[in-house]
C-alpha cells in the first residue's frame, strides 16, 4: 500500500473514532456537569494528575519501541508482557498505598478511596501496553478505531447512569476503570500474549535504548503538561481548579480530536523511513500545512465563540471558566502541529532529541507556571503564562527537530504558515467586528452566526487561493 493511502486510510479510521467520540465526551460531559459540582469536577482532576504521574513509571517507553522494533519475536513480546504484568502489579500497589499521603496533602479524605479504587485502572493500563502497540504496528485502525467508539460509548452511558442513580463524584471514576479493563480484554483476546513467572531481561535490553529517552521525555512531559494543576489545587483550591480543568479540558477537545486522529497513525507508517530522512521530511511538511489550516484559523474561532461554547456545553455555573478558556484557545492551532511532533522524533530513532526538547519545554512551562499562580495569583494570569510558553517551545521545538534530526532547512518549514496565518488574521479581524455589531443575546444564534461566518470565509479563502478546489469537487460530485 502506498505512504497517501496508507496513511488517508489509517487517519480516516482513526477519525471516525475520534469525532464521534467528541460527540459522546461532549454529551457525557455535559451531562455530568449539571449533575456534579464544580469541586468536586476539582477533587477528581487532582487524582488523575496524580494517576497520570504513575502511569509514566508503568509505560517506561516500552509501546513506541515495540513499534518502531520491526524484529521483535514472540518471545521477546511474551517477555515484555510479562515484564509489563509485573510492573502493573507493582505500580499499581504503590498508587494503593500513596493514597493517604495523598489525601492528607491535600486535605480531603474522599481521595483516600477515589485513587485507591483508580489503582484497579492503572493496572490494566499497564497490561495492555503490548497487545495495543502490536494493534498499532499493525496498522489495525479500523480494529482500533471501531474498539475504541464502542467501549468510549458504553462508558459513557454507564457514567450518566451511575450520576442520575446519586454515584456524584463516583461517576467520573467509571468511564477510565471500564474502558481500561474493556480494552485490555479486546486486545489481549485480538492478540493473545504468553505470561511468564521468569522472563529473559535481554528482551528488555533489545528496546531500552530507545524507550529510556522516550520514558525521560514522558516523565518530563508529565511535570510540564500537570504541575499546573496540582500547583492550583494546593494553594487557590478544589473549586478553581474545577474551572480550571474544565476550561483546558475544553480547550482540549480540539488537539484530542484533530491532531490525536492523525499522531497515533504517524509513527506507525512513518517508522518506515527511519533511514530516510528525506523522504520523512518531505512527507511530515505536508501534514504540517494541513494541520496549520485547521489549527490557526480554529484559535481564532474559539476566541470569539468561547462564551457561546463554554454556557452550550456545561450550563451557567461553569460561568468563571469562560476567561480561562478564552485564553488558553489562543495556543489550540500551534499545539495541534506541536502534538504531532513526537512522531517523528521517534520514526527517526531520535528519541534523545525528544527528551532534549521536552526538557527545555518543561523548564520553560513550569517557570511560566510559578510565575502564574505566586506571583499573578490568578487563573487568568496562569492561562496567559502557559500560552506563552507553549508558543516559545514551538519554536525550540522545530528548530532541533529541522537542523539536527531530519537536517531539512527550517525556512521550508516557516513558509508553510504563511497562508495559513493570514487566514487566521483575516478571520479574527472581521470576527472582531462581528462581535462588536452582533449582540444577540441568545447564545445559539450567536454561536451560530459566528460559525457561519467563519466557514463562509474559511471556505471563499481556500477557493481563492486554490489550496483546495471545493467548487470543482462539489461540481464532480453534482454530476
Known amino acids: 500500500m502506498s505512504l497517501k493511502k496508507d496513511l488517508f486510510t489509517g487517519v480516516a479510521y482513526n477519525a471516525i473514532s475520534k469525532y464521534s467520540g467528541i460527540i459522546v465526551s461532549l ?7 449539571r449533575l456534579i459540582v464544580p469541586e468536586d469536577f476539582g477533587i477528581i482532576a487532582v487524582a488523575m494528575v496524580i494517576i497520570t504521574f504513575f502511569s509514566v513509571f508503568s509505560d517506561l517507553g516500552i509501546a513506541p519501541a515495540i513499534i518502531q522494533h520491526k524484529n521483535l519475536t514472540k518471545e521477546n513480546l511474551s517477555d515484555i508482557f510479562s515484564f509489563t504484568v509485573w510492573l502493573g502489579l507493582g505500580i499499581s500497589f504503590c498508587f494503593f498505598l500513596s493514597s493517604w499521603a495523598i489525601a492528607s496533602y491535600y486535605n480531603i479524605d474522599k481521595l483516600i478511596h477515589i485513587c485507591q479504587i483508580l489503582s484497579v485502572n492503572l493496572f490494566f493500563v499497564t497490561v495492555n501496553i503490548v497487545p495495543n502497540a502490536l494493534l498499532y504496528k499493525n496498522k489495525e485502525f479500523k480494529f482500533i478505531a471501531f474498539r475504541t467508539f464502542i467501549i468510549q460509548f458504553a462508558g459513557g452511558i454507564v457514567s450518566i447512569i451511575a450520576a442520575f442513580n446519586g454515584a456524584g463524584l463516583y461517576a467520573l471514576l467509571i468511564n477510565p476503570i471500564f474502558s481500561s479493563i474493556a480494552l485490555f480484554i479486546v486486545n489481549i483476546v485480538h492478540y493473545p500474549q504468553k505470561m511468564k513467572f521468569k522472563f529473559n531481561s535481554s528482551s528488555l535490553r533489545i528496546i ?16 510540564s503538561r500537570n504541575l499546573d494543576k496540582l500547583l492550583i489545587g494546593k494553594y487557590m483550591g478544589m473549586i478553581p481548579l474545577g474551572y480550571y480543568e474544565k476550561s483546558y479540558r475544553l480547550m482540549m477537545l480540539p488537539l484530542q480530536n484533530i491532531s490525536y486522529a492523525i499522531t497515533p497513525v504517524m509513527h506507525p507508517i512513518f517508522s518506515d523511513f527511519q533511514n530516510d530522512l528525506q523522504k520523512l521530511s518531505s512527507s511530515y511538511i505536508k501534514v504540517i500545512r494541513l494541520l496549520a489550516f485547521i489549527g490557526l484559523p480554529l484559535s481564532a474561532l ?3 465563540t468561547s462564551r457561546e461554547i463554554v454556557l452550550i456545553i456545561f450550563g451557567d455555573q461553569w460561568i468563571d471558566s469562560i476567561p480561562v478558556f478564552q485564553i488558553l484557545s489562543l495556543s489550540v492551532g500551534i ?3 506541536l502534538s504531532t511532533s513526537g512522531s517523528i522524533f521517534q520514526a527517526a ?7 532534549i526538547s521536552g526538557l527545555i ?24 503564562c502557559i500560552t506563552i510558553t507553549y508558543s516559545i517551545n514551538f519554536i525550540q521545538c522545530y528548530i532541533l527537530m529541522y537542523r539536527y ?11 508553510q504558515f504563511i497562508s495559513p496565518a493570514i487566514l487566521s488574521i483575516i478571520i479574527f479581524l472581521i470576527l472582531a467586528y462581528v462581535s462588536q ?38 461540481k464532480n460530485k453534482i454530476k
Open 405 to 415: 534530526t531530519l537536517r531539512a532547512s527550517f525556512i521550508g518549514f516557516i513558509k
Open 208 to 223: 531500552f535504548s530507545y524507550s529510556s529517552y522516550q520514558f525521560l521525555f514522558n516523565l518530563i512531559n508529565y511535570f
Open 27 to 33: 454529551i457525557v460531559s455535559a451531562v455530568l456537569a
Open 335 to 337: 499545539q495541534i502541529i
Open 361 to 384: 519545554s518543561t523548564i520553560l512551562n513550569v517557570a511560566g507556571i510559578l510565575i502564574g499562580i505566586f506571583i499573578f495569583k490568578t487563573l487568568i494570569a496562569v492561562a496567559w
Open 437 to 474: 455589531i452582533v449582540t444577540v443575546q441568545n447564545i445559539f444564534i450567536s454561536g451560530l452566526i459566528k460559525a457561519s461566518i467563519f466557514t463562509l470565509i474559511y471556505g471563499l479563502y481556500i477557493q481563492l487561493t486554490k489550496e483546495y478546489d471545493i467548487y470543482s469537487k462539489l
Open 349 to 355: 530513532n531520535a528519541t534523545r532529541l525528544l527528551f
Open 302 to 304: 474559539l476566541w470569539f
